[in-house]
């Protein structure tokens, strides 16, 4: 083979190569376009996902770490009663003068020799003696044990939390706040009996009026909102209740 051929076989290689070389690069182009776009698409998904969280306005509740001038109070929506602190505003008015029975009733009065004996007796003899000896005199300190005892309901449970133990544990509802809090609408819809009352009110009664609300609605029951004819034009309320305008 002389110098010539060696040259001509030397360049067709070359050229071989060269095309090899062409045909992977044109194969590697598409894959590379493919890609990009889908990095495009990629970025693009980002950005959008971005703006729809900043349109979001979400509220929650900080801890102290976290509270900031950007930070959202967290809001709960909840239905409360139309007018209803003015009510409570107007029947504070008409028990400033505390001169209602429940003002003026205390233990003292329980034991009366001259009263037949009735449930009450029977239940306040059998409540003392569970009393010494159960708790040493003492009574208890929950709910729970207290409405095991004889007579004793949730009404007076939750009365005598706050009273002996100091522990608003409900609101105490007996048959006049359970009157005049369906009266004022104080319930989303009307109630049936006291308990169903009561778990109505706490679902929006704010709590530190929890222990309040029992003696200021039990003596506004007793001196002017009456279960029979009650006293509405001597009420402040008469053109703020619902009921009395049915009246």
């Known amino acids: ?100 029975p429940v003002d003026q009733l205390g233990a003292e009065h329980c034991y009366d020799p001259s009263a037949p004996p009735k449930n009450k007796v029977k239940y306040i003899k059998q409540t003392s003696a569970i009393l010494q000896q159960r708790y040493d005199g003492d009574i208890p300190a929950s709910v729970a044990e207290l409405v095991a005892l004889p007579g004793v309901g949730p009404k007076m449970a939750h009365l005598a939390m706050a009273v002996a133990w100091g522990t608003v544990s409900g609101i105490a509802v007996d048959t006049h706040v359970h009157r005049i809090a369906n009266r004022l609408r104080w319930t989303k819809k009307t109630t049936k009996s006291p308990e169903e009352t009561r778990t109505a009110l706490e679902e929006w009664l ?32 008469r053109a703020l209740c619902p009921a009395a305008q049915g009246l």
């Open 206 to 237: 704010p709590r530190e009026l929890w222990r309040e609300i029992n003696g200021l609605l039990v003596g506004f029951g007793q001196q002017t909102c009456l279960p029979v004819r009650p006293r509405c034009q001597a009420c402040l309320n």
């Open 1 to 100: 083979m002389n110098a010539a051929s060696v040259r001509m076989v030397t360049r067709s290689r070359s050229r071989g190569s060269g095309s090899r070389q062409r045909a992977v690069g044109e194969e590697a182009a598409p894959l590379q376009r493919g890609e990009a776009a889908a990095e495009r698409r990629k970025s693009h998904s980002c950005v959008r996902r971005q703006q729809k969280a900043q349109r979001l306005n979400v509220a929650y509740e900080a801890s102290d770490g976290e509270k900031g001038e950007n930070t959202e109070p967290l809001r709960a929506p909840g239905w409360e009663p139309q007018d209803w602190r003015q009510q409570l505003a107007n029947i504070r008015t008409m028990r400033s003068g505390k001169d209602a």
